[in-house]
Every structure is written in C-alpha cells, then in structure tokens.
C-alpha cells in the first residue's frame, strides 16, 4: 500500500542515504587534511566544497522531495552549518527548513548571523521575525476561553446592486470577497459565453503542462512541478471529459499562450484601472510570470484544485467561472497567522481547509472564520489581496482569472514586495505606481486592446525599458495582444524589413500619436 511505501522510503533514507553520507564525509574530511600536510591549502568555507557543499545539497534535495522525511532535510542542514557556519547559501537554506519546521526561534539565529555577514539579507530577518510573531499569537490564542467563532457569509450581488464606489469601499479597501452573479459570463466580446467548446476550438492545439497539488509539497499552492507530460489543450480536455486524467491545468497565461482567446476578452469596469497598465513595470513575481501574463486559464476535472494560498505580492484577484462549480475556503486576513505560515517555502500553510477538518495539523486553525461557499457557472468572484484561500473543483471546470493592483492595494503591494526582497529598482516603480493619478470618470469595461493602450504607451514612452526585456519574444508577445499583429517576427525584425508601414499601422491602430521614430528607434536601440 501507499503507507508501507513512504514507511520504505524513509527507512531507506534513514538508515542508507544517511549513513552513507556520514562515511562519505569522514573520507572528504580526511583528504582535505591530508592535501593540506602535503602543503595544499585547505578550500575556504565560502567556496562551498565538499564536505558542507555535499550536507547542503542533501539537505535541499531532501526537501524538495516529498516524500523524504523533513527531520532527514534537518540533519544535513545542521551538518552544514557546522561546518560553514558563516556561508550564506548554507544559511538561506537553513532559515528556509527550520521555519518550514516550524522552528522560527532557531531560524532566527541563522538570520541574524546571514545579517552580520554583510549579505544584504535583512529581509530574511524580517520575514522570520513576522513568522515568530504569527507562532506567538497562535499561542495567545489557544490559551484564550470560550468556544471557536461560527464561519463568515458571503456576499453574492449583481452588477446593478453593485455600482464601482460601493465595490472600491466596502469589498476592494475593505479586504471583504464578493461574488457578482451576473458578470462571469461578459468577460468575451459581444458577450460570447465561450464555454469549453469555444475555448477548445480556438486554443486546442496549444501546449500545456499540466499539475498535480499536493498537501506535501513545499511550492507555491501545494504545485507539484512535472506531474504530467506536456500535451495539447484539446487532448487534455477530452481526458477531463473522459475522466482520465487528474491533472490540472493551473494559472495558464492567456495573452502570452493563445492571443486569440486573449483578443476576446472583456475586463469588467471594477478592475479596468490596473496600475500595472499604467508604466513598463518589468516585474517578475514568485510564480515567475509577468503582469502581462494575465488573465490566466484554469481547466480541471472534479476532485482537482490548489492547497491553500496567498497571491503574490498582495494582489486583487477575480476569476470568472465559464463552467462547473468550484468550492471555496477564503480567510479574512486578520486570521492569516491562526493558518500556521510558512513565509519561506511557497508561502504555504500547514492547515488544510478541506482535508484537515479536526485541525490535527494547525489547531489554531479552529478560531479562524473562513468564508465556505460554492461558485456556480455564470459567477465572478473577486477575493481581496491578502486573503489565504483554497479550492476544489466539484465538476468538470473552466474560468478565467486575473490578478492586479489599483489604489486600494498598491501599498500593501509595496510592503510585500520589500519583504520578499525585491530590487531597488522594482520597489522604486511600484512607488511610482501608488502616485498615479486614479480615474476620476465613471470606469467601463474594456476591451482587450483598450485595456493594453496605456501598457503599450509606457513601453514606447520609455525606449531604454526595452534593455529590460529578456528577449524579442517579449516584444513580439506584447504587440500580438495589442495590435492583433499575424507576423510571427519580432519587433527589431519587422522595424528593418520592408515595407516597415505594416508594423506602424498596427501600433497607430492602439496609439495614432506614434510616429515610425517612436516605434523602430527603441527596439534598433535595444
């Protein structure tokens, strides 16, 4: 059974892999000192040789692995700071473990040593210095009397109950979720309802990796990276229809995956003023992405879904639900430290919302006041930036997400993306950011190019932007989502071939102002 298995592995790693690592380093220990009677000097510790190079990459392959016990990950963590206790690798690696552990206090005496070293690191100490928090208020209050609080209800209004005022106060600065019971079906031009016919028909033929999630993994959302093998959309939705598969197509990027899907979108008047719109932020997230990498797909069969989660840097965040039904567990933020955190791998939580009902892994997790509901098809639904969430598919499912940031999250936005040690640079434009004018007019939904106007205009505007870009594919990707460009050339590539009129034509389509000089003189540049 899957029980004796684990039980197997882990005896192996125990009383094999270990053991034989210890051998293995008394013979390293013994050729370094016998080069160094020879008259070779010993290798510094910062050089990461054998054998503190050899401890730290057993500890980091132990746990990435889940199924290699965390205590195992632990030994050879220790191992290697004792024999590099100043090395900045081994300590990262070991503030990383011991708060995965739930062993902040000792995380905190690595961190301040990784400080001291002159590394530049203090966000590391910052971080567990929040998790030491989140552990102590968890302690306060299990010890407080009375019973656990009942769960919160959520509100579910149309859009003609909901005016954008009342949506910015009460839910968007409120930190409350809603869901809009007749927006998930106006997301496509002309107010097409897709479906999954219409989505397999025109991105059937791309590729996609699918997921698994797992309660074990340490990445983002429980994600378990390589769990199926690439393969088309449409052969992966004819599996979901044939339940053959329990894969999951996770946070798809539309715009940059099948541009002729993203050229039917329509974003919804509450979340058309997107500051990342607004300038040529070249920012990557923690999941690796843009922000012109949404909207995003997500495809599942029933029993699928992600472990719970915080978006990346304190982002609003909507999904419309084309099909199925899709259950929910969102937390306030105030109930955010009562979920037991991990800051450090995937900012992840040990309790599950769905699996753990006696909270046997977080018992704090009991005074938290989830919001439980279910999605229906038709539904949009918005979750504050912030807010720990978990979902399951109950039925074959197809939605459409997006995360953004306006005036009522840019600065949370900013304290997150200081906290996970983002450059100057990144947090200097995000301040840029929170000083942009907000929309005084009533706001209107918007369709795909008129939403991506003002993002070209900051690309262009700023033609030494272009040195940021990590190669013409970017370039060429953005202008098939504005433009609606057939060439399959990058920008640099089109600016020198002939007739060069067909490139201007398309960007003068989003943007008439723009002479030849301001399309071809950054990228020649560039």
Not at 372 to 384: R, S
Request: with cysteine; proline share 7%; aromatic share 8%.
């Amino acid at each position: 059974s899957d029980v004796y298995k684990r039980q197997a592995r882990e005896m192996f790693w125990v009383w094999v892999v270990l053991p034989c690592s210890c051998v293995l380093e008394v013979v390293m220990c013994a050729m370094n000192l016998f080069r160094g009677m020879v008259g070779e000097s010993l290798p510094p510790p910062s050089t990461l040789r054998h054998p503190a190079g050899f401890q730290l990459g057993m500890a980091q392959a132990c746990w990435e692995q889940a199924w290699c016990p965390d205590h195992a990950a632990a030994l050879s963590i220790r191992r290697a700071v004792r024999l590099a206790p100043s090395e900045p690798k081994v300590l990262k690696t070991a503030v990383r473990i011991h708060c995965g552990l739930d062993e902040p206090e000792q995380a905190l005496l690595h961190a301040e040593e990784l400080v001291r070293v002159g590394t530049g690191q203090e966000h590391v100490l910052a971080k567990v210095q929040l998790q030491i928090r989140a552990k102590q208020h968890r302690a306060w209050v299990m010890k407080q009397p009375g019973m656990p609080p009942v769960g919160r209800e959520i509100s579910r209004l149309s859009s003609d109950a909901l005016p954008v005022p009342r949506f910015l106060e009460e839910f968007a600065t409120g930190s409350k979720p809603v869901i809009m019971i007749d927006l998930g079906d106006t997301i496509f031009a002309e107010k097409k309802n897709l479906g999954w016919e219409g989505v397999k028909r025109l991105c059937g033929e791309q590729l996609v990796r699918p997921r698994a999630h797992s309660r074990k993994s340490k990445a983002w959302a429980g994600s378990v990276a390589n769990s199926f093998p690439t393969q088309k959309l449409g052969d992966f939705m004819t599996a979901v229809e044939q339940q053959q598969t329990s894969g999951y197509v996770f946070d798809q990027s539309i715009p940059t995956w099948c541009h002729k899907l993203a050229r039917e979108l329509v974003i919804p008047k509450y979340f058309s003023n997107d500051l990342l719109q607004h300038q040529a932020v070249n920012w990557v997230d923690p999941k690796g992405g843009l922000p012109d990498n949404h909207p995003s797909l997500f495809v599942g069969g029933p029993g699928t879904g992600a472990q719970m989660h915080v978006d990346s840097a304190a982002t609003h965040f909507w999904m419309a639900l084309l099909q199925g039904r899709k259950e929910w567990k969102i937390f306030d933020t105030a109930d955010h430290a009562l979920l037991c955190p991990d800051y450090f791998n995937g900012h992840r939580f040990q309790h599950d919302a769905f699996q753990d009902e006696n909270f046997t892994a977080c018992p704090p997790a009991r005074y938290a006041r989830p919001y439980t509901f279910v999605q229906n098809a038709g539904e949009l639904l918005f979750i504050p930036g912030g807010s720990p969430h978990q979902v399951r598919n109950l039925e074959r499912s197809l939605a459409v997400s997006m995360n953004y940031v306006d005036h009522t999250n840019v600065h949370r936005a900013i304290r997150e993306i200081e906290l996970d040690g983002a450059g100057e640079q990144t947090i200097e434009t995000f301040k840029r950011l929170a000083r942009v004018v907000p929309q005084v007019q009533e706001p209107v939904d918007q369709s795909w190019r008129d939403f991506k106007r003002a993002r070209l205009r900051s690309w262009w505007r700023n033609p030494w932007r272009m040195l940021e870009l990590p190669s013409s594919t970017r370039v060429l990707e953005l202008m098939l989502q504005i433009s609606q460009s057939r060439g399959d050339l990058g920008v640099l590539e089109l600016c020198k071939s002939e007739p060069r009129h067909e490139l201007i034509s398309q960007v003068r389509d989003v943007s008439p102002e723009l002479t030849r000089s301001d399309i071809c003189l950054p990228s020649e540049r560039w």
